[in-house]
């Protein structure tokens, strides 16, 4: 299909995305789609240039390098007759191609190639520069066919750096042999100039019969919460207002008075004849509510010099419950609907509620549109020209996540329905209407064996909903998915002459960003997707709204870092918003050509993942000195796309706690992402997103940060980096009990120890837990092990003994980390325990997810009861799975710390597992004092230990291994004379 580049032009202010391919028929040959005129409107600079640096196939005459482990081949070439070759054939190995290059400093650098591994082999891109050398992406798994890898890189200041191209990489991957083909760099100007004040979230609406476009964004001026509403005319900015705390204020009952604002959420807004209406979820005392303002401008004058909408009094929408989030809204005759997410009733629901546009009206009555026994999440809404209004959102039910809608039309909303089907996990839709026509576009990804939080497969999907399915535009495959790697929230509208248009976030590597990329679909098929930024941004939406040619877009771009060497104290990263343009030239509608939407095959299976969890284990009770506890599980350390490690597959923060809440049917969750990745405002949202998340008595949510220190000389520093002299102090998790803490806390802010630490933080209440105990992947660098120097039992009541990395019981456990230190004695948590530390245990994932579970048993599922259930170390890991296990001897239970008895200890121990429990061993002081092979699921054992030995101190603990690997660790009981 010829098609050609459409062009952009931004408005205001001041990101890119990936995915692989599908049974859908390609569209008959047709007539080019016209191209979209640039028209400058009100630009802060020009469109950022782009100019390709280097581009080769390893073809005759073009550029080659000296090869190093590679060879040129014409076994296998994706174009042209030749590629690139080279193998690895044991673990840890790796061949890499150095292309040194040369650009004007201040640009960016977007590196592609092609790769085709045997032996789902792995390849990984990384820079190298004055600085330093960090990495850009990389593919742990390539499949046997032509897979496309891209990344973006800033330059170095002097213009000069090396790219380095590791293909093949056996480390973390299996060996085999890979080529390489297509290797294309280009550069591009800077993104626009950021602004001071931190924008984010931005919404934007265009008004036909007065031809303005309005667009609010969630604002943080040194430290303060406000909406800023902009309007623009003629293609320039006519004005700006900010809704402050008093003005997103409801008026207060008789005697009340509300509280301050602590809290705002994504914002939405659509437009009406001469104005517009604002929903925007503000928190205060507490709870969040949708806050719908009307704004019109005075109707006398000349439109074009009319002031910016000026606000009315709010309307507060309240479903119930703490939670009122995520509103979607349109505009049908002289009302407003708006549908949003609330945590009403006994699941997280979808409702909805007509907002008179005459001020002197109330809003309608408030209905619930999905299941009441189904969590859903992320509405959306449409209207169509005969007046009638559809929602979708997504939900989990039937151990699968879909999309839903309900149509309202009669005056009434009818009953919903399922709209799609695929095995995959499929979440926010985004609607659009042409005519009558509803048009959806949603996410659909995956994940492999049980990393539930580490994304390998995320794909954007449009279709026309009909009454028999989705019916998907031709080209779908070839214009979305085809190369193009990990994409996120997609949006969608239609402009005058019937054109679709498309925006998504496209990552832009594994540490960097999100670009905003935009795509169009006519009659003669798709165009070529272009950035609306050559920026990057975070995962928000970039949401469109239609104009008479074309389409507003606006988009949030930011710096926020891209590598591990900006760490420490900084003055904070910028985020800002941009207003872009497309236009294209007068044409005619015409029916775009559909096929019943065909997806392509995937292994990837969710009711196959929550079986290997258990995520639907039985709750259990159990009744232990005339208190009946329960068991709640929870994943205390869990990064989201704020964490550079792994930026383009951990998810938002809202997916993640979607995933533990639904998917894995956990009961208690922390987002613990880097501290050297947070400044006030990402502190600020980050909490703000942890509360409104939060579902008491169903779902628990902490505030939480990764303390991660990796730079701190060793204890002696004149003595070599080794065993028992490593680096300090290791990483730990602080959880806290406030949701409203005002602070977080980076280890490289200085050489300060995890005791400064708690100085730090003062009278908070918190607790600080150890992980990857025994790490030495970096040799004692980067990752060091945890410095057991520094204990505190209240402070730091339990460690992570095992993660992602596998566990760090003692040297040479069942599943040791690959990682772990070579020896034992120093760092495991044995060893702890054989310094004297009081510490409990506990398990949770890292990066990922799926990898390690926290049982607690408390009295309720409130914050109190788990937190200081956690600080009584009443607490146990398992591998991953959900399994039971309770130990006792008498009134102690596991955690507890009593006086040693005279004489004989009885001990019970209480198991179940979805597996046959293979071995399970009683811990003494670190040796076995008794072990039993059940070849049960269930069990209750009592057990004597007759002869304690006479040590000034006893710990027991038990340990379970079942058939299917997975394991679990009880906090030990401590006996002290």
Request: with cysteine; net charge neutral; aromatic share 8%.
């Amino acid at each position: 299909m010829n098609t050609r580049r459409f062009g952009l032009s931004i408005l205001f202010g001041a990101a890119m995305a990936c995915v692989a391919s599908t049974g859908l028929a390609e569209p008959p040959p047709q007539a080019p789609p016209a191209s979209i005129a640039l028209r400058q409107v009100q630009a802060v600079r020009d469109v950022p240039r782009e100019r390709v640096v280097l581009q080769t196939g390893f073809e005759e005459g073009q550029p080659l390098w000296k090869f190093n482990g590679h060879e040129l081949t014409d076994a296998r070439a994706r174009t042209g007759k030749r590629s690139l070759t080279g193998q690895v054939t044991r673990e840890k190995q790796a061949v890499i191609l150095e292309v040194p290059l040369k650009a004007p400093p201040g640009q960016r650098l977007r590196i592609e190639f092609y790769v085709w591994s045997q032996g789902r082999t792995g390849c990984a891109l990384w820079w190298k520069d004055a600085s330093g050398r960090y990495p850009v992406t990389r593919l742990d798994e390539a499949p046997p066919r032509w897979s496309k890898i891209d990344g973006d890189v800033p330059f170095s200041p002097d213009g000069s750096g090396v790219l380095q191209v590791v293909a093949p990489t056996s480390h973390g991957s299996p060996p085999g042999r890979m080529w390489v083909d297509d290797l294309t760099v280009t550069a591009t100007d800077g993104p626009p100039a950021l602004g001071e004040d931190v924008r984010s979230f931005p919404a934007v609406a265009f008004d036909p019969v007065d031809k303005t476009a309005y667009v609010a964004q969630i604002a943080r001026p040194k430290g303060r919460l406000c909406v800023e509403m902009r309007t623009f005319r003629e293609g320039r900015l006519a004005d700006e207002r900010t809704l402050t705390d008093e003005a997103l204020a409801a008026p207060p009952a008789a005697g009340a008075k509300p509280g301050p604002l602590t809290g705002l959420a994504a914002p939405a807004v659509a437009a009406l004849p001469h104005g517009c209406i604002l929903a925007v979820p503000v928190e205060r005392d507490g709870r969040w509510k949708v806050a719908c303002i009307v704004c019109r401008p005075p109707m006398a004058g000349d439109p074009s010099k009319r002031p910016t909408a000026t606000p009315r009094t709010p309307a507060l929408l309240d479903a119930g419950g703490a939670s009122n989030i995520s509103p979607a809204v349109v505009v049908s005759g002289k009302t407003a609907c708006v549908v949003w997410e609330s945590n009403s009733g006994d699941a997280r629901g979808i409702y909805a509620c007509s907002v008179p546009l005459d001020a002197a009206a109330t809003p309608g009555k408030i209905i619930r549109l999905s299941a009441p026994d189904a969590n859903s999440y992320n509405p959306a809404l449409v209207a169509l020209a005969d007046g009638s209004l559809f929602a979708a959102w997504d939900s989990f039910r039937d151990n699968s996540c879909h999309i839903y809608g309900a149509a309202w039309r009669d005056g009434k909303w009818q009953g919903e329905r399922r709209l799609t089907h695929d095995a995959r996990i499929e979440r926010h839709p985004r609607l659009a209407a042409w005519k009558n026509e509803v048009w959806m576009a949603w996410q659909a990804q995956s994940f492999k064996g049980i990393r539930i939080n580490a994304v390998n497969e995320q794909r954007v999907l449009v279709a026309r909903v009909d009454a028999d399915g989705l019916k998907a535009p031709a080209g779908l495959a070839k214009a979305l998915w085809s190369g193009r790697g990990l994409l996120v929230r997609p949006q969608i509208a239609f402009d005058a002459a019937g054109r679709l248009w498309l925006s998504a976030r496209q990552s832009m590597g594994q540490h960097t960003g999100w670009q905003a990329t935009l795509w169009r679909l006519d009659a003669g098929g798709w165009s070529p997707p272009a950035p609306l930024l050559h920026a990057q941004g975070r995962w928000q939406p970039a949401g469109l709204a239609a104009t008479d040619d074309g389409v507003l877009a606006a988009v949030q771009y930011d710096d926020l870092v891209q590598t591990g060497k900006t760490r420490g104290v900084h003055p904070g990263w910028k985020s800002d918003v941009a207003v872009v343009a497309a236009a294209a030239p007068p044409a005619e509608s015409s029916p775009l050509p559909v096929a019943p939407l065909e997806m392509p095959a995937t292994e990837f299976s969710l009711p196959a993942f929550r079986e290997a969890v258990a995520a639907d284990f039985p709750r259990l009770t159990h009744e232990h000195d005339d208190r009946e506890l329960t068991l709640f599980w929870g994943d205390l350390h869990d990064h989201t796309d704020l964490s550079i490690c792994a930026r383009s597959t951990n998810p938002p923060g809202g997916d993640l706690f979607a995933n533990e809440r639904d998917l894995e049917r956990l009961d208690f969750c922390a987002l613990t992402d880097h501290g050297y990745n947070f400044d006030a405002p990402q502190w600020a949202y980050n909490a703000e997103q942890t509360r409104n998340n939060h579902d008491e008595g169903r779902f628990v949510t902490f505030l939480g940060l990764e303390w991660t220190s990796s730079a701190n000389p060793p204890e002696n520093p004149s003595k070599p980096v080794g065993v028992g002299n490593a680096q300090r102090y290791g990483h730990h998790n602080l959880i806290f009990l406030d949701s409203y803490h005002k602070r977080f806390y980076d280890a490289y802010d200085g050489d300060i120890s995890p005791a400064d630490l708690w100085k730090r933080i003062g009278d908070a209440e918190f607790i600080c837990i150890p992980h990857e105990l025994a790490d030495w992947q970096h040799l004692g660098r980067g990752n060091p092990p945890t410095d057991w120097s520094f204990h505190d039992e209240k402070l730091q009541p339990v460690a992570e003994i095992f993660q992602a990395r596998q566990s760090y019981e003692y040297f040479g456990c069942p599943r040791q980390s690959k990682t772990g230190t070579p020896a034992g004695g120093h760092y495991y948590l044995q060893d702890a325990w054989a310094k004297g530390i009081v510490i409990g245990t506990i398990a949770s994932p890292d990066h990922g997810g799926g990898m390690g579970k926290v049982g607690v048993w408390a009295d309720k599922l409130t914050r109190r009861d788990i937190f200081e259930a956690l600080r009584a170390r009443h607490t146990y890991g398992t591998s991953g799975a959900k399994m039971g296990l309770f130990f006792s001897a008498g009134r102690a239970m596991m955690g507890d710390k009593v006086a040693r008895p005279s004489g004989p200890i009885r001990f019970q121990v209480r198991a179940q597992a979805q597996r046959e429990i293979k071995e399970l061993v009683i811990w003494r002081n670190n040796k076995i004092a008794h072990r039993i092979e059940p070849g049960k699921k269930e069990l209750r054992i009592e057990w004597t230990d007759a002869n304690p030995p006479p040590d000034k101190r006893l710990w027991y603990y038990v340990r379970i291994h079942c058939a299917d690997d997975e394991l679990a660790w009880t906090s030990p009981i401590w006996f002290e004379k």
